[in-house]
């Protein structure tokens, strides 16, 4: 067995057929029909079965393709290693962001990283749910993840900064006259919220505990669910209700419709690398520490009127277990 074997067996569950794993590939089709055969028989069992949609991983082939993919990644970063000490850094890097976390700060870190190493190739999941997190670590593909402080938060996390919390109200709404807007005014207005999984969702549910409010608020105070951060300040500055988002997380144009809130919310920035991570987890690690983190009652709205608890300090929302 070898490495390159893996490497086609995983391509052909990828891709569902082997002509489409060649062509990904760049090799011709024969040949990987070949290394699946020969893959099939050192091993003793059947990898794959066809079936009207492609070929299928069996069961068996389910659990050696989990295995598979471990080793060539490691593979992968045993040569990038290798390669790093030519400074000629290639390979992958898994990247996870929760939260909308680093929405400026990560793509200017990615920009000088892949400025150093051309080679390097990124992959980064967004807002990724609590399951599909669980499922890339366990994979061990994830090299670097940006979250909030939860109860599994390793010791040696590295904490780059804090994210202050604002909400998006729509055009005219009346709190837009604020400095700060008191969360208590909000009451029995509906909210933009995010998948029942999320780490967002659950910031806002301790908001509305904090604010005396139901715990699981009623279906018509919300007015839409979404998964990206992007997505729901855009529907909250249209007036469907209001949302609660980091204040990086914000995009362009949308600034006249934001503002922090009272009692401030904020969560710290953590960067999660995997242990023993290679130079290219470190490297990324250094590039976001150079980043200008938001400290907590760093957002301000310049010519508005102060609204209740201005200048107070944060107060920090726990965040479930990511």
Not at 134 to 156: F, H, I, Q, W
Not at 228 to 252: D, F, I, M, N
């Amino acid at each position: 067995m070898s490495l390159r074997q893996y490497e086609y067996a995983l391509a052909v569950a990828a891709e569902g057929s082997v002509t489409a794993a060649a062509e990904a590939l760049r090799v011709a089709q024969p040949s990987v029909s070949q290394q699946i055969r020969g893959l099939e028989r050192d091993l003793g069992v059947e990898l794959f079965v066809r079936t009207p949609a492609g070929l299928v991983p069996t069961a068996v082939g389910r659990a050696f393709l989990i295995e598979a993919e471990v080793a060539v990644n490691a593979a992968r970063r045993a040569r990038a290693t290798a390669r790093a000490g030519a400074d000629d850094l290639d390979g992958e890097l898994v990247v996870s962001v929760q939260m909308g976390f680093g929405t400026r700060q990560l793509p200017r870190a990615l920009g000088a990283l892949r400025r150093r190493f051309p080679r390097l190739e990124v992959t980064v999941f967004e807002e990724p749910s609590s399951a599909e997190l669980d499922k890339l670590c366990k994979r061990g593909v994830l090299d670097l993840a940006l979250m909030a402080a939860c109860e599994r938060t390793p010791a040696d996390a590295h904490h780059l900064g804090d994210e202050e919390f604002v909400v998006v109200l729509g055009a005219g709404h009346r709190q837009l006259a604020a400095e700060r807007v008191d969360l208590s005014a909000l009451e029995g207005e509906p909210w933009v919220r995010f998948d029942r999984d999320s780490a967002l969702d659950g910031v806002l549910l301790n908001v509305l505990r904090d604010q005396d409010r139901d715990p699981a608020p009623a279906a018509a105070t919300t007015a839409a669910r979404v998964s990206q951060t992007a997505t729901a300040v855009r529907w909250a500055a249209q007036g469907l209700g209001a949302t609660l988002v980091p204040a990086s997380a914000v995009p362009h144009g949308y600034e006249h419709q934001v503002r922090p809130v009272f009692p401030a919310v904020s969560q710290p920035v953590i960067a999660v690398v995997r242990q023993g991570a290679g130079p290219a987890g470190t490297a990324l690690l250094e590039l976001l520490r150079q980043q200008t983190w938001a400290e907590p009652d760093a957002v301000s709205v310049p010519g508005s009127v102060p609204g209740p608890g201005s200048g107070s300090g944060p107060v920090s929302v726990s965040t479930p277990a990511a």
